[in-house]
Structure formats: structure tokens, C-alpha cells
């Protein structure tokens, strides 16, 4: 008769032969209690992957596995509950952000650096402690650091966060961080995390398969406990819960990102609970309180992963909204800097785009003499241009508007032909037409009425006497 003691051992032992690890299967009374529950109280919602690494990882003077594979999507805490792990159970580790390194050389050099309490800063002019370029340099440098640091006893760690980029540098690279442990003849565990399965990483020669880990998606449950940990003070958990309800059930449908979520969850807060602060609603007046939230909670809507603006920023633009009594959205496009032609360009295309091209004599030229609206109209004008949409417009058009309306006199010269590509690159304008066309190029201009007339007000330009739809 098999007890469920070894299945369980027989279900383990398939999972690592295989490369991958059923989290479910590990028992939490096998590892000490009060480890498990100091490290469950700092990494909320990851139980199974906190019993996992441990089993794995086991104590400081246990051999562990060469590598390890640690993937999930963003926001899934990975590096977060490693870091917390190795730094609780103080374990001797090296963090290094792949993205931070560029060349084989600086990851090396960071790697040894840390190994050694070596940080680089302008006390040491930024000077590694140790210079090395080939792998094979590494392997023997890192001996020599282990045996300078009495760490031979011990079981070292290697986390390189973002490892993706590790496919981009030299081909030995990824192979050799696979079998360190046997290449340096130390115990030693490299770690990589990184948002891509593993087998976009295998190479086509083969190598040392890791134990392949993965962090699933956090659930709405998940969010909800986490981010409810972050109520201030002030205010009671419930209370903080329920804004966290109204805000997951407006956001967790387009985003699932526990980062963006905890952003927005910040710079929304103060708004909903000012009418608390106010007295004019009690804490348990969620109906009110979600009348009064919505409206913010749809502009920011808009700007969801984009993170155009600051925190600052948007509590600044949340003040002008009361003393303007009107919202004004997120997006940074209200505030956009450009450069003083560029501004010109642009407004030069939105009147090119909604003025007839009849009426430039009348906005454009000093001398035309006084002519009347109802001269201008026809039959099939009496639609707002506004209305029936952008028109398209040559270049030369443009261009001429440009030069009329810009305060100095500008030569043409590829400084500003380079700024209409990058107004086409915005998509603040659109280029209409193949670019084999014998004619010339011609653009739309997409920009809303309320965006140029924002531009314009920053070089002093009143764009509505200029436009025929507002004569």
C-alpha cells in the first residue's frame, strides 16, 4: 500500500525530473513556522511560492540547484518575493538588473562588485573593484571573491532580474550562467526572472535545463488585499476597502497591472475622501461617495498605462478643477510642450484643415479690402466645416499660412520641414496620400479645437479669429 506521504514524494521528484514544480503540492508543516510566517506577513498572496523557494533553496549550507527559471507577467511580485526571501532568510545574494547592463563586461563587474560590498559612487569615482571582460575571467575572479569573503560554507545567490536581455549579448553567456555552479566548482545558484517563458530562451545547440518556477496573474480577490493594506492612517481599513472596491470595479476590467492599479488607487484617494474630510458625508455613505468619485475615475480612465503626467500634476489639475468647476482630463496632450515653430505649424494646419482655401486672402493678406461673410457662402455651405471634418491640404498651403501668421521672419530650411515629420510622428497631424505623389504631400490635421487653442494661448495667438466656422 503507497501512503500520500510518498505520492507526494513521487509527484515532487516527476515535477523537478521535468523542470517544473507544482507549488500546490508542497506542505507547509515541513519548513519552520515562524519563517513561513514572517515571510506570508511581508508578501501578501504568495504563500505556495514563499514553500516553494524555500524547499528549494533550503539552508544557507545546503547544496542547491544550478539555476533557476522564474517567469510571470509584469506586476506579479517575482523579483519582489525573491528579494524579500534571500534578504529574511539572509542568504548571501547578488541582485543585478540586466537592463542596467548593456555589455557582459559591466554585468560581471556589478556581479563581483556586489559580492564584494563594493558599491560604485562618487566616493570611489565610480571605479569597479575589479576588471574583467570573458566569462572565463569571471568564473575564476568569483572563486577568488568567495574564498575572500568565507563564503565557501554557504550557498551563493545570483538574481538577475529582466534576463531577456541576456539573449542580446554574447552567446556564452546564457549557457554559462546555466552550469556556474559546476563552471566554478562553488555552491552557487544563478536565478532569472524575466516576463518570457523559457522557451524563447533555449538555445538551438542546447543546454542546462533550470527549474523552470512560474508566478501566475493576481487574482481581483488579491488586488483587493493587498492594495487594502495600504490605507493611511487616518482613515479606518473599511473605509480605505471600500474606495479600493469602487476603484477595482472601474479599472479591473481594462487593467490587471498591481502597479498601475496602486497608482491610481494614490493620486484618487485624496478626491474621494475630501468629503469626509469635509463632514458633508459619513464614511458609510458609499452611494455618495461614488457620485462624487466617478467622474475622476473616468478621466483617468483615459490615460490607463500611459502615465503621462505626475502624481503632482494631477493633484494640481484636480485644484484647478475646483476653482474652474469643470474636470479636465489626464492626458498629458492638454499640456503638451512642443517647440515655437512647431506651435505655429500646428496651427497653421488646423486652419488649413477647416478654413476653404477661398477664404486665406480674407485672414492672410494685409490689403483685401473689405469683404463680407455672406459674399463667401454658397449652397452647400451651410454645414460647420467643424462638422464635416478635417479636409486635406497641400504643403504649400501650409507653409504659406505658416509664414503669415509666425511673429519673426523664418527662411525655409530643413529645421522645419523636420518639424512637420515629427508633428505626423505625434499624430497631431496625418499625411494623406502615397509618398510617390507627383503633386506633393498632403495633410490632415487631427488635433482637437480645445488642444490648438491651448497651444495658441501659449504664444499669444487668438486661432478663432482666424477661423471662418467662428465668423
Known amino acids: 500500500k503507497v501512503t500520500g506521504e510518498e505520492k507526494s514524494g513521487a509527484r515532487t521528484a516527476k515535477a523537478r525530473k521535468s523542470g517544473y514544480l507544482e507549488m500546490s503540492e508542497i506542505d507547509y508543516a515541513e519548513y519552520p ?15 505556495a511560492q514563499i514553500v516553494t523557494l524555500l524547499s528549494l533553496l533550503g539552508e544557507p549550507q545546503h547544496y542547491s540547484y544550478p539555476s533557476f527559471f522564474v517567469y510571470g507577467h509584469t506586476a506579479t511580485g517575482k523579483t519582489y518575493v525573491i528579494q524579500t526571501l534571500l534578504e529574511t532568510c539572509k542568504f548571501p545574494h547578488i541582485i543585478v538588473n540586466c537592463v542596467e ?14 559580492l564584494r560590498g563594493n558599491w560604485l559612487s562618487s566616493e570611489n569615482e565610480c571605479i569597479s573593484y575589479l576588471r574583467c571582460n570573458t566569462l572565463n575571467a569571471f568564473v575564476l575572479l568569483f572563486k577568488q571573491v568567495v574564498r575572500e569573503q568565507n563564503l565557501l560554507n554557504q550557498t551563493v545567490y545570483i538574481v538577475l532580474d529582466n534576463a531577456e536581455q541576456l539573449r542580446e549579448m554574447d552567446a556564452n553567456l546564457l549557457p554559462g550562467f546555466l552550469r556556474f555552479q559546476e563552471l566554478a566548482e562553488t555552491n552557487v545558484t544563478v536565478i532569472f526572472i524575466s516576463e518570457i517563458v523559457w522557451e524563447k530562451f533555449r538555445p538551438n545547440t542546447g543546454c542546462f535545463e533550470p527549474l523552470t518556477l512560474y508566478f501566475p496573474d493576481y487574482s481581483i480577490d488579491d488586488i483587493l488585499k493587498i492594495l487594502s493594506h495600504d490605507y493611511p492612517p487616518e482613515f479606518s481599513a473599511d473605509f480605505y476597502m471600500s474606495y479600493i472596491n469602487i476603484l477595482l470595479g472601474v ?30 458625508v459619513s ?11 466617478e467622474p475622476h475615475l473616468k478621466k483617468a480612465m483615459q490615460t490607463v498605462y500611459l502615465r503621462e503626467i505626475s502624481s503632482s500634476q494631477w493633484e494640481r489639475l484636480q485644484q484647478e478643477d475646483e476653482d474652474s468647476g469643470h474636470l479636465k482630463g489626464l492626458s498629458a496632450h492638454a499640456h503638451v510642450e512642443l517647440p515655437y515653430y512647431s506651435k505655429f505649424l500646428l496651427i497653421a494646419a488646423y486652419l488649413s484643415s477647416y478654413n476653404p482655401a477661398r477664404t486665406d486672402k480674407r485672414f492672410f493678406m494685409k490689403h483685401h479690402g473689405k469683404i463680407k461673410k455672406s459674399s463667401f457662402l ?8 467643424h462638422l464635416l471634418g478635417p479636409k486635406p491640404f497641400p504643403l504649400d498651403r501650409l507653409l504659406a499660412i505658416f509664414y503669415s501668421i509666425v511673429d519673426s521672419r523664418v527662411t525655409p530650411s530643413a529645421n522645419v520641414f523636420s518639424q512637420i515629420t515629427t508633428l505626423v510622428a505625434l ?45
Open 101 to 114: 547592463c548593456f555589455s557582459s563586461r559591466m554585468l560581471f563587474e556589478q556581479i563581483l562588485n556586489q
Open 251 to 280: 479599472f479591473y476590467t481594462v487593467c490587471r497591472d498591481l502597479k498601475e492599479l496602486r497608482h491610481l488607487a494614490a493620486i484618487n484617494f485624496p478626491k474621494f475622501c475630501e468629503p469626509v474630510q469635509k463632514g458633508d
Open 283 to 293: 464614511e458609510e455613505d458609499t452611494r455618495r461617495l461614488w457620485r462624487n468619485i
Open 378 to 385: 454658397k449652397k452647400h455651405e451651410k454645414t460647420s466645416n
Open 33 to 47: 513556522k515562524d519563517k513561513i510566517t514572517l515571510l506570508k506577513e511581508k508578501l501578501i498572496c504568495r504563500d
Open 427 to 471: 499624430q497631431l497631424l496625418t499625411q494623406v496620400g502615397h509618398d510617390d505623389q507627383l503633386d506633393g504631400p498632403k495633410y490632415k490635421c487631427t488635433a482637437s479645437l480645445d488642444f490648438v487653442r491651448a497651444i495658441a494661448r501659449t504664444v499669444n495667438f487668438d486661432i478663432v479669429r482666424y477661423l471662418y466656422d467662428f465668423l
